[in-house]
Nanobody
Framework: QVQLVESGGGLVQPGGSLRLSCAAS????????MGWYRQAPGKQRELVAL???????NYADSVKGRFTISRDNAKNTVYLQMNSLKPEDTAVYYC???????????????WGQGSQVTVSS
């Protein structure tokens, strides 16, 4: 069974940095795009950053220049380096992967369990 497991959330002061990781495990055939989304209390889930299978990237305007998404295909892992964090970055962050398992070779969305990121002094 395929699953995505996140790590790296926590509490940080404004201006600080955090790095989120998300590792896909199980019987994986291939992974296309991987991404990070976030959901703040009372708000809809929004795309933060996306990286394609050929490592093209896309960012929400609110995080451009501060966040960097990357991936290690050998480890089936996606990262989100977050610098110059602001209180408005506080949210639960979810990783996402467009992934095909070996069992059926059909692509589906898979989600991590969510990681709380709190930016506060």
């Amino acid at each position: 069974q395929v699953q995505l497991v996140e790590s790296g959330g926590g509490l940080v002061q404004p201006g600080g940095s955090l790095r989120l990781s998300c590792a896909a495990s199980g019987s994986i055939f291939n992974i296309n795009a991987m991404g990070w989304y976030r959901q703040a209390p009372g708000k809809q889930r929004e795309l933060v950053a996306l990286i394609t299978g050929v490592s093209s990237t896309n960012y929400a305007d609110s995080v451009k220049g501060r966040f960097t998404i990357s991936r290690d295909n050998a480890k089936n892992t996606v990262y989100l380096q977050m610098n110059s964090l602001k209180p408005e970055d506080t949210a639960v962050y979810y990783c996402n992967a467009d992934l095909a398992s070996n069992s059926n070779r059909e692509y589906s969305d898979y989600w991590g369990q969510g990681s709380q990121v709190t930016v506060s002094s």
